[in-house]
């Protein structure tokens, strides 16, 4: 079974910067999609970013476009997660996603349509 290996996250400050990473434990593992959630106690798994392995296109959520930046590697087959500016209310677990099949643009930020999740990674900013 192929894990996603997440990395990165932290202790911030407001107005700080951290960079997550994500790869699957299997090189040969290729997808169509990989997404950013994130989830804080009480509260349900959220979109946060997307992209699309072929073509690099990206998606955000509203609260975080402008700030956070997506991309991935196709060499190493890794995904990223720029996060700048960060703010208190970003504070959650982040888990990466894959998606195996191409989705609709429709589909992007439903959590049900990703096949593989990463362990999550915990960010904290303080104010």
């Known amino acids: 079974q192929v894990q996603l290996v997440t990395s990165g996250g932290g202790l911030v400050q407001a107005g700080g910067s951290l960079s997550l990473s994500c790869a699957p434990s299997e090189r040969t593992f290729s997808s169509a999609a990989m997404g950013w959630f994130r989830q804080t106690p009480g509260k349900e798994r959220e979109f946060v970013a997307a992209?699309?392995?072929?073509?690099?296109?990206?998606y955000y959520a509203d609260a975080v476009k402008g700030r956070f930046t997506i991309s991935r590697d196709n060499a190493k087959n890794t995904m990223y997660l720029q996060m700048n500016s960060l703010k208190p209310e970003d504070t959650a677990a982040y888990y990466c996603a894959a998606r195996v099949r191409a989705y609709s643009v429709d589909e992007v930020r439903q959590r049900a349509v990703y096949n593989y999740w990463g362990q999550g990674t915990q960010v904290t900013v303080s104010s």
């Open positions: 992209i699309t392995w072929r073509n690099a296109v990206t």
